[in-house]
């Protein structure tokens, strides 16, 4: 049976339908459920909800097979998976926000979901800062003036909007890449092969 | 038994179990490999790092590196292989040499929250200077994992030239072949797709076929056979077919498949690569392959081929029956103790694990059998 590895959200809604369009269907899954494991009806497959950060650690251990998950996860998690396609969809900006500029002439303070990449990010950059990880609900760090700005992900751009607070820059785009787990896509290929094919062939649906 | 506390990090209680299944696996595969005349060695648990450079630049990272009480840089032993190859580089004459090796390897590791790790593994090293012995460390490889009961394991042939050859046959720039080989490993075609976009159409059609090179053997061949016409890549495409075809001989049930997308996991392999996996597992239950030697000093080089399979892992899986081992509890009385300590020897001498306690340190234990010396039978 191949396991799969979905965040609960958009990026599971529109991955299980891609799956059920090829075919592949889960008539026990109920989006209000609390379950988090439902096993398709042929039991070929089964889907696993699991928080999306855990995503790439669930597939680079072998635990999940296949996995859908953004950009911005994957480049935060330095995980081993294999990265097979973009598949046009959950798109979104990684992005440096604030109220104002980063100050220069002192340290200044980034909050983030993301804090490797934003290491990376700055020192590519020449820039020294000093990182604090955050959680969630990254927007309220410059409000409250826990840090100068944050690196967090945009996509309609309204929350920060809604916030006063402005993007300076864009570090990366991204959007939901399906991955594999590279052994089980090499000791597994015939049964893994059907399901990739159902999830990228969606891209023309 | 008396409640015990926990242990402190670091340190688990591993269970005579699995002990026992890893010294059978130990025994078993050494005496395997001590039939095919290989000389049973131990290679240094503390190397020098010059020994190690050759590993390349990612191994060495992860090699955990002290200065010893004379100032030399030195590192656990992170590639007993480096150890081997170093030594050969400096005997006199590079004839036929087989060791196999028990050996504890460590490694930095980053994941999560574990900052070290080391393993036990049992492997063989062929050096050589005529021939090639790729059937033979294959057909060991096979037996070493027979002898071990792991189910449902998967045997992988790989071939680290294949790629970068097809790269060069199709005129791709040396500095792209850079930057496409790691991408066609991580099978991450959205960021190869870009990194080959000023290729021509057809060497990205190409490129993008082989990255599905891989999968069960009579599938690959036919794929690149009908897809490929480069003579010194079909060769290697032969070359690998035909080593299945005997460990197909040698075991028909053997699950094999092809890997032509394999890049050096260690910088130094040059050719074959082998590699055993099990779904129960995300870890390699085996790896190797053949790998060129360049001692910097002498420019000596030599060929070598060789694997390691790791022990605890194996073990873990595995269907070997331990050793049954009885508890037997001898409870007795300070003033009994000497008569309880011979009690506990003849029946540690038939192959027991005896405790000898006290009265009052006792709780019982259903798996035990017990014993009691007291002051009436004394």
């Given amino acids: ?205 | 038994m008396t409640q015990r506390q926990p242990l402190a990090q670091g340190m688990s209680i591993k269970g005579k179990e699995i002990y026992s299944k890893e010294d059978a696996l130990i025994y078993t595969t050494l005496k395997c490999f001590d039939s095919y005349g290989y000389d049973v060695i131990e290679p240094p648990s503390i190397e020098y790092y010059d020994v190690m450079k050759s590993s390349g630049k990612e191994a060495q990272q992860n090699m955990i590196k002290f200065i010893d009480p004379l100032g030399d840089i030195m590192v656990l032993q992170a590639d007993p292989t480096m150890s081997l190859a170093h030594y050969m580089s400096k005997q006199s004459e590079t004839s036929l040499r087989k060791f196999a090796m028990v050996s504890s390897v460590h490694r930095a590791y980053t994941l999560q929250s574990k900052r070290h790790e080391h393993f036990k593994q049992v492997g063989i090293e062929v050096f050589y200077d005529q021939g090639n012995y790729d059937e033979e460390v294959c057909e060991l490889a096979l037996k070493a994992l027979e002898l071990a009961q792991i189910k449902d394991v998967v045997i992988e042939l790989g071939h680290v030239m294949f790629m970068p050859s097809l790269l060069q046959t199709l005129r791709v720039p040396s500095v792209l072949i850079e930057q496409i080989l790691p991408l066609i490993q991580a099978k991450d075609m959205p960021l190869l797709e870009k990194t080959m976009f000023d290729l021509p159409l057809q060497v990205q059609t190409i490129i993008k076929q082989a990255m599905t090179w891989f999968g069960p053997v009579e599938d690959v061949v036919d794929k690149i056979t009908s897809e490929m016409n480069e003579p010194s890549l079909l060769a290697i495409v032969e070359e690998l077919n035909q080593l299945s075809n005997y460990l197909k001989q040698l075991n028909p049930e053997v699950s094999l498949i092809l890997d032509f997308t394999t890049q050096k996991s260690l910088s130094y392999y040059q050719g074959l690569t082998i590699t055993a996996y099990s779904p129960q597992s995300a870890q390699p239950l085996l790896s190797g392959g053949r790998y060129e030697y360049k001692e910097e000093e002498s420019n000596q080089s030599m060929t070598a081929i060789g694997f390691g399979l790791n022990v605890a892992l194996c073990a873990k899986l595995s269907s070997i029956q331990p050793t049954k081992i009885s508890n037997v509890v001898i409870i007795t009385t300070p003033e009994n103790k000497l008569k309880a300590l011979n009690k506990a020897n003849e029946y540690r001498a038939l192959g027991n694990r005896v405790h000898v306690m006290f009265e009052d340190e006792i709780e019982s234990n259903d798996d035990d059998h017990m014993i009691v010396i007291d002051k009436e039978q004394a």
């Fill in chain 1, 1 to 205: 049976m191949i396991t799969i590895a979905l965040a609960k959200g958009r990026l599971a809604t529109k991955g299980l339908e891609r799956l059920i369009q090829s075919g592949i269907t889960f008539s026990e899954y109920n989006e209000k459920s609390r379950k988090l494991i439902f096993e398709s009806d042929d039991k070929q497959a089964r889907i696993v909800f699991v928080k999306a950060m855990d995503v790439p650690t669930y597939v680079s251990l072998g635990i999940a097979d296949v996995g859908i998950v953004g950009k911005d996860v994957l480049l935060e998690s330095d995980s081993v998976v294999n990265e097979l396609s973009d598949l046009q969809f959950g798109a979104c900006r990684l992005c440096v926000c604030g109220l104002k500029p980063l100050p220069t002439d002192r340290k200044p303070i980034i909050a983030s979901k993301y804090p490797r990449v934003s290491e990376r990010y700055f020192n590519a950059h020449g820039i020294d800062v000093d990182i604090i990880k955050l959680e969630g609900s990254v927007e309220l760090a410059p409000l409250l003036q826990l840090a100068d700005g944050i690196v967090d992900i945009v996509e309609s751009g309204l929350t920060l909007k809604e916030n006063n607070l402005n993007v300076y820059t864009t570090i990366t785009t991204s959007s939901a890449r399906l991955i594999v787990n590279p052994r089980s896509y090499k000791i597994k290929l015939k049964a893994i092969q059907p399901i990739i094919e159902a999830i990228n062939q969606g891209e023309s649906v």
